[in-house]
């Protein structure tokens, strides 16, 4: 029976400082070989992690959280923020001054010239501040946006877009996606499509934006990096990204 392998990126398929380790790459070529299927699964917009699917030779994708589905270059799944709470959203955060960043497949804006919290979020994944357009939402397919506030102020936002769900991925920022939206989601539209049961689906990940991955597939990995709840979830743990965790898991799962 064919299996199905899908990658989150950050803390996963990149070690701590954003680079691909020789094992992980040695690793998916492996799987290929042995006639595995791979997907990515991040919470990345596709133009963030177009290097990486070249240096992978990877063409199928579950971005965004799972709200951007792209089997093989062809687009087959899109689930947009709704305009009208966005816009809400966005005005909620203005008066709070907690600024946006607004995204699509293409690039990102943001909704103020300058912010210490964009500049630091957005450098720990080695990308420079987003130019300013606070209305680039407006008219256009918005498949996820970043809020960037502090714990402390989570609550001003949370309970009050029941359209939206919030997921904190660094101290300064929260992912905001369209209700319900999950890499899970993303990857029941692909494996649907490919036509591969559940049991038949893996997914290696590290971080709360992978806890409904993990649950939903067959078999689930944390990374040994990984966040308590993602280990807790997990059918398995590997080890560290830096200490080759791509490829132990994989070996492991006789995979490779």
Not at 14 to 39: C, G, M, R
Not at 129 to 145: A, G
Not at 160 to 184: C, E, M, T
Request: negative net charge.
């Amino acid at each position: 029976m064919k299996k199905i392998v899908f990658f989150d990126i950050d803390g996963t398929l990149l070690d701590h400082e954003k680079n691909l380790p020789e094992s992980t790459k040695k690793a998916i070529n492996l799987l290929k070989k042995n006639d595995v299927f791979v997907a990515i699964a991040t919470g990345r917009a596709p133009f963030m992690f177009e290097g990486l699917r070249k240096a992978l030779d990877i063409d199928s994708y579950v971005s965004f959280n799972g709200q951007f589905v792209v089997f093989e270059n062809e687009v087959i799944y899109e689930n947009p923020l709704d305009e009208n709470e966005l816009n809400k959203l966005y005005n909620k955060a203005k008066s709070n001054n907690h600024p946006l960043v607004f995204m699509n497949e293409k690039t990102m804006k943001a909704s103020v010239k300058h912010h210490p919290f964009i500049e630091k979020s957005m450098g720990s994944l080695n990308f420079p501040h987003p130019e300013e357009d606070n209305s680039f939402y407006v008219n256009r397919m918005m498949y996820q946006s970043l809020l960037f506030c502090e714990n402390q102020d989570e609550s001003l936002y949370f309970s009050n877009y029941p359209q939206f769900d919030f997921i904190r991925w660094h101290p300064y920022s929260v992912d905001v996606l369209p209700k319900g939206g999950s890499k899970a989601e993303g990857i029941k539209k692909m494996i649907g499509r490919l036509g591969f049961e559940l049991e038949d689906v893996y997914a290696f990940g590290d971080g709360l934006n992978d806890l409904e991955m993990l649950k939903a597939v067959g078999t689930g990995v944390s990374m040994g990096n990984g966040v308590p709840e993602a280990k807790e979830l997990a059918d398995f743990i590997t080890s560290d990204v830096s200490e080759d965790g791509i490829w132990n898991g994989l070996k492991e799962l006789q995979l490779i």
